[in-house]
């Protein structure tokens, strides 16, 4: 409880340093805008549509390695003990490949995750296979497989911890994680 | 006639009442016994035994007792001593009689000993309070590797990484414990080495190293890794180094573990579209599938006699412990209430321990490879799972 907190509020105090790194780095000819205009610097970014503003860093408990999401890249769902796309998660790695091909240096992490039925092994199997699956879509819409990692998670790390159906849908996915910008 | 009382033993710290609390419980979980407390042995018998060191054992064919077991415990210069006559009702006579001695540092040995004995007098085989069963907990938020003696005693955490850390699985001489755990933002397998006291990377291939398995003989380690987007069991030698792929084909191949001898491998694959039990021989050649009866049976684990495979598959809806023959013939369904889980067999392979969910929480439970005599094992607030029978850690 105490490190989930102390997570939270290290997140917070990153959001404007970010919002100044990611600028600095894609306009370099723009004048950097003073710490007393910080306001208005995410303003502006907004309107030219730069879409990485709120990409804070994440890490895991007790998982080596900093970690940002981004708004654009969308879970997607899978049936029970099945890695097949279907085609609501189609649509949604459609524009999430459109971001990654916007965004060339992103290195992306596809994580695996299943339902808590099972073994834990056999879930660790299907959530690489998830994975797989997930990468091998982004890979025939033009992104670089160089730039898609997959790791499995199987069922330790459920989204929501509840024991019932609409809690095992939500916990069977494939989440985007970005490693590296 | 039975021997005299001898030496001066003194009670200390362990009151008679505390020892007879002790040895009843740890006898009674082993599912042989029905105890009758000292207490209920007519306050004439006790008298007879403690005054004139008499026993009349027909009197006690009375209570319905089949043996009488007499012990004497305490400790003397840093040294604790448990003293036990064994009687045999129906034969008359003292069948065991016995001096055990250990550091009063390290009573829970001594009792360990000492119980081994009486159920190895009784049973023809030795006990198993010198065995521990290693387990996931999430008593700290996270997923580390515990163990906890058979009898439920000494509870020890082995990891603590703050990581996910899972199957634990114990090597064939009980010095080693291989586990996978995502410390370096993959599935990676480690070892703990007891011997040396230390923790070390075993395999560290990107994508999964898990399900660890060891040969009987101890030199290799069956592991399900990635290969060509799908998952197959390889063989890797004691450094870690692959030494073949045990499964191809169609599907996933995952969770091995070896028969008795070593010379087959039981494993899932989903090749027929859903997870089932297959059979092959430990250099992958004649696969043949075991399970036919459910769409999903996972998790399993050959016994020790060699005669059955134990898993854990889905029936009704609910996952449930099973064992089958190893014709495939007969089934038995071992549990019935909640979901259950990667069932392991003790060593001598009379007991199953599995984990079981319900509402109120997850937990490591122990029963007859029959079904029979359930018990909870782990008492504390974590979820529990994955239990691995250690080998005996004690020389006999």
């Known amino acids: 409880m105490k490190t989930r907190k102390l997570g939270i509020l290290v997140a917070l105090l990153m959001v404007p340093l970010f919002l100044t790194v990611s600028c600095c780095t894609k306009k370099a000819v723009k ?10 610097q995410s303003v502006s970014a907004q309107q030219k549509g730069v879409q990485e503003e709120g990409l804070t860093k994440k890490k895991y408990p007790g998982i080596q390695g900093e970690f940002m999401e981004s708004k654009y890249l969308k879970d997607i769902h899978f049936d029970f003990d099945k890695y097949n796309i279907r085609p609501d ?84 996915r494939c989440h985007f994680i970005i490693l590296e910008k | 006639m039975p021997p005299r009382w001898e030496g001066n033993i003194v009670p200390k710290s362990i009151t008679p009442a505390l020892f007879e609390k002790r040895v009843t419980h740890d006898l009674w979980i ?38 009488v077991l007499a012990t004497t415990s305490g400790v003397s210069q840093g040294i604790f001593t448990i003293e036990s006559h064994l009687y045999d009702v129906a034969m008359g006579k003292e069948i065991a009689g016995y001096r055990l001695k250990g550091s009063a540092r390290a009573k829970d040995r001594v009792f360990h000993a000492f119980e081994n004995k009486i159920i190895y007098f009784i049973t023809g085989s030795n006990g198993l309070f010198d065995t521990k069963i290693a387990f996931v907990s999430t008593q700290t938020g996270n997923k580390e590797i ?12 082995i990891t603590r990484n703050g990581s996910i850390n899972l199957s634990p699985r114990w090597s064939p001489d009980g010095t080693k414990i291989a586990f996978t755990s995502y410390i ?58 692959k030494v073949r792929q045990i499964t191809k084909g169609w599907g996933d191949n995952l969770s091995a573990s070896w028969s008795p001898d070593g010379k087959k491998i039981a494993f899932v694959s989903n090749r027929t579209g859903r997870p089932q039990i297959y059979i092959m ?7 043949r599938r075991l399970t036919f009866r459910g769409t999903y049976n996972v998790a399993p684990v050959w016994s020790p006699r060699g005669d059955r495979i134990a898993y854990s598959g889905i029936i009704d809806g609910r996952f449930q412990i099973c064992t089958v023959t190893l014709d495939g013939s007969t089934i038995r369904v071992l549990t019935s209430i909640g979901n259950n889980y990667t069932p392991c067999w003790s060593p001598d392979g009379r007991y199953i321990a599995y984990c079981q969910t319900t509402k109120r929480g997850s937990d490591i439970y122990i ?30």
Request: contains cysteine; aromatic residues 10%; charged residues 25%.
């Open chain 2, 146 to 157: 515990y163990t906890i003696d058979f009898d439920g005693r000494n509870r020890k955490r």
């Open chain 1, 31 to 40: 004048p950097t805008p003073t710490t007393g205009e910080k306001g208005n």
């Open chain 1, 89 to 172: 998660a189609a649509a949604i790695l459609k524009k999430s490949a459109k971001y990654l091909l916007a965004h060339p240096t992103y290195k992306i992490q596809i994580e695996g995750h299943c339902d808590e039925r099972g073994s834990v092994e056999y879930n660790l199997v299907l959530g690489e296979r998830r994975a797989n699956s997930a990468k091998k879509f982004l890979v025939n819409l033009g992104v670089d497989p160089s730039r898609l990692s997959t790791i499995s998670y199987g069922k330790e790390m459920p989204l929501d911890p509840r024991h019932n159906e609409e809690a095992w849908a939500k916990n069977r």
């Open chain 2, 367 to 396: 029963m007859n490879f029959d079904g029979n005599f359930k018990r909870r094992l782990t008492h504390d607030r974590g979820r529990n799972s994955m239990p691995s029978w250690s080998p005996h850690l004690e020389k006999p």
């Open chain 2, 281 to 287: 021989n430990a250099d992958g050649t004649g696969v």
């Open chain 2, 30 to 67: 082993t599912g042989f016994f029905n105890i009758i407390s000292g207490q209920e042995i007519p306050s004439s018998l006790r008298n007879a035994y403690l005054a004139r060191n008499q026993l009349n054992l027909k009197s006690f064919r009375a209570l319905g007792a089949e043996f």
């Open chain 2, 184 to 241: 370096r933002r993959n599935p990676d397998l480690y070892i703990i080495d007891f011997k040396v006291g230390k923790i070390y990377l075993f395999s560290h291939r990107t994508g999964l190293n898990v399900a660890p398995a060891w040969s009987p003989d101890g030199k290799y380690i069956a592991v399900t890794m990635g290969y060509a987007s799908r998952s197959q069991i390889f063989l890797l030698n004691m450094r870690g180094k």
